[in-house]
């Protein structure tokens, strides 16, 4: 799956044709499925498919990643250019309870990021909680910028909700 390349066509088609001549699939749809394996992403790359990804324990990889196999006619080690995924134990929103306030689904209303999109990576893909009240036990406050301080390391606007994630250097 490619995510973060959408203005770099001939860059996707080049990958497209390694993965296809190395005998893999690549998903093409907008949906996030299980089957996918790895996550083909530019450097500081931070999308809905990437966070998917990092949730669900997939290989995050940089174009370079693809090169190389292209260079060894076959797979190489994904953590040799870069490639990382979280350890499954390391997911960070399993049996978490997340707060969401309206003033943050407001704010990302018009987002890609909007409230279904944080449905499925915190639910469905994620095996956390949404609650939209808040109380004394929720592990995550998701705020808007608005509401935001920084009192509590459990207080998260969005910027500090993507850093959950890693990134590909």
């Known amino acids: 799956c490619f995510t973060g390349l959408k203005d770099a066509q001939e860059l996707q088609a080049r990958l497209f044709q390694i993965v296809t001549r190395l005998g893999a699939d690549v998903h093409s749809g907008s949906e996030f499925t299980e089957q996918i394996t790895h996550v083909v992403a530019p450097p500081g790359c931070r999308t809905v498919k990437y966070v998917a990804a990092s949730i669900t ?43 969401l306030s309206s003033l943050f689904i407001k704010q990302q209303s018009r ?3 909007d409230k279904t999109c944080c449905i499925l990576l915190i639910e469905k893909l994620g095996k956390g909680k949404i609650v939209y009240e808040d109380y004394d036990g929720v592990d995550y406050r998701i705020l808007s910028n608005q509401e935001f301080n920084s009192s509590s390391p459990f207080n998260l606007n969005f910027d500090l909700f993507l850093k959950l994630f890693p990134v590909i250097k």
């Open 57 to 99: 324990n997939k290989w995050l990889v940089s174009p370079e990643w693809l090169f190389a196999c292209e260079e060894a006619g076959d797979w190489v080690s994904e953590s040799d250019y870069g490639g990382q995924r979280f350890n499954s134990l390391q997911n960070p929103f399993k049996h978490k309870i997340f707060y």
């Open 111 to 113: 987002s890609v990021f």
